[in-house]
Nanobody, 122 residues
Framework: AAHVQESGGGSVQPGGSLRLSCVVS????????MAWFRQAPGKEPEEVAG???????RYADFVQGRFTISQDNAKETTYLEMNNLKPEDTALYYC????????????????RGQGTQVTISA
């Protein structure tokens, strides 16, 4: 059965770091663009970072060089390395896949996980 599982979230102080992982199984992993999204309570989901099949990456402006997205096709895993975390980064982070960036931007996913909670507080 198809399955998407995120992990790596937690509670850290401002300035701290976390590494999120997204393992995909049951899908043709390499056929999709992957992205990390986040959703804070009462807010719409927003794209954090994305990576295309050829390794091209893109980031939201608020990342400002603090986050790095990467993938290991052999492990069917997408990572999000987050550094210098800020309280405003607090949200549920989830990964999703779609055939192209346009679909991801419209939140039309072929698959997504349940998410992992990231909380930044002093």
């Amino acid at each position: 059965a198809a399955h998407v599982q995120e992990s790596g979230g937690g509670s850290v102080q401002p300035g701290g770091s976390l590494r999120l992982s997204c393992v995909v199984s049951g899908y043709s992993y390499s056929s999709y663009c992957m992205a990390w999204f986040r959703q804070a309570p009462g807010k719409e989901p927003e794209e954090v970072a994305g990576i295309d099949r050829d390794g091209t990456t893109r980031y939201a402006d608020f990342v400002q060089g603090r986050f790095t997205i990467s993938q290991d096709n052999a492990k069917e895993t997408t990572y999000l390395e987050m550094n210098n975390l800020k309280p405003e980064d607090t949200a549920l982070y989830y990964c999703a896949g779609a055939p192209n960036w346009s679909a991801l931007q419209k939140h039309i996913y072929n698959y997504r996980g349940q998410g992992t909670q990231v909380t930044i507080s002093a």
